[in-house]
């Protein structure tokens, strides 16, 4: 099996239908308002995002965190990664009245459990969720700053795009990259190439998330690939979200070949019906990368992961 890694992945959106269905029956809550015969139901990318809220809503204890991502790391092992990133948000641990640092000792509780049973790496990117508002996102960034969990080692924003100015958030990624965390923003998902290079030019991540619609200007292309930025690229996710109306209009294949630093990720895998080791067969059927070249996607997303240098080196 190819190893793999995962630069993308939002832990609230990697919870499976059925563990969903488990947390329902525990909490007394009726779900069939987003699953229905043991599948997420939702038909555009506002509705997804009630589901995802839905679903995050019935996790409320650290326990139940440590459950989710023990559950998601250790099928992703299965799946021959080595090595994982996840999103997590404490404003949905809030909405339940979970602390940010209970929601993020649960989450490394399971990491470490996973660890254990599969030696798979991971580490935690804690996100501000852009349509909450700028103060929201400002807290999101001062937990992942002063909480001093050797774990969490990203900052990030996710959400819907379309809403704000990247400008009014600079101050929550300045706050993150100065406490030395590494930082990636959604941008060039439902928005354009002008929502990446407002990105860029006003957040300056390392990484950003998707990125795909960049290929509607030549020259902001040439500008990532000049400047190095990593793409965390979702395939599946862009085309059940209709960001592409098929995969063989997905750009990645022209991304990769202009110089583009590009990854292979699952986004919200129970919701987009993927997975990891999916999106590598994708890359492999429908964009013709062969094993070496999904070795160096994987290697690129090592070499782009906000890890410690000795556990980078262990990885590649
Ligand atoms: N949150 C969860 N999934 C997302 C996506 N695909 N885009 C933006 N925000 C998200
Ligand atoms: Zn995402």
Redo the contacts with the bound molecule.
């Keep these: 099996m190819i190893p793999k890694a995962e630069l993308h992945c ?1 832990i609230e ?1 990697a919870a499976a239908p059925e563990l969903v269905l488990r947390q329902a029956e525990k909490y007394g809550a009726d779900v069939s308002a987003f699953i229905r015969e043991g599948a997420y139901h939702w038909h555009d990318f506002t509705s997804f ?1 009630k589901a ?1 809220d839905g679903a995050a809503g019935l996790f409320r204890t650290p326990e139940d965190y440590a459950l989710l991502a023990e559950t998601y790391l250790c099928e992703l092992a299965g799946q021959g990664a080595i090595y994982a990133e996840f999103f997590t948000s404490p404003d949905h641990a809030e909405r339940i009245d979970l602390s940010a640092r209970s929601y993020t000792e649960g989450l490394a509780e399971g990491m470490r459990r996973a660890r254990e049973t599969t030696g798979i790496e991971a580490r935690m990117i804690v996100t501000g969720v852009r349509h909450v508002g700028v103060e929201a996102v400002e807290k999101a960034a001062l937990f992942a700053a002063q909480c001093g969990h050797p774990l969490v080692t990203g900052f990030g924003m ?4 379309r809403i704000g100015h990247s400008r009014d958030f600079a101050r929550a990624f300045d706050i993150a990259r100065e406490a030395g965390l590494g930082v990636t923003v ?1 941008a060039g ?1 439902f928005g354009g190439p002008e929502s990446v290079e407002a990105a860029l030019d006003t957040l300056r991540p390392a990484r950003i998330g998707h990125g795909v619609r960049a290929i509607e200007k030549p020259a902001l292309v040439e500008r990532l690939s000049a400047e190095g930025v990593v793409l965390e690229i979702c395939p599946v ?1 862009n085309m059940v ?1 209709g960001v592409f109306p098929d995969l063989a209009g997905h750009p990645f294949p022209a991304l990769y070949d202009a110089g583009c630093k590009v990854t292979l990720n699952s ?2 895998p129970p919701h987009f019906r993927t997975s990891l080791g999916y999106e590598y067969e994708v890359a492999s059927r429908h964009f013709g990368l062969d094993e070496e070249a999904l070795a160096g996607i994987t290697r690129t997303a090592v070499e782009a992961a906000f890890v410690d240098e000795p556990t980078r080196s262990a990885l590649l």
Excluded: F, I, T
Aim: charged share 35%.
């Design positions: 939002h959106g995002l995802y996710a959400g819907d795009e959604h998902e996710s979200l986004d919200d």
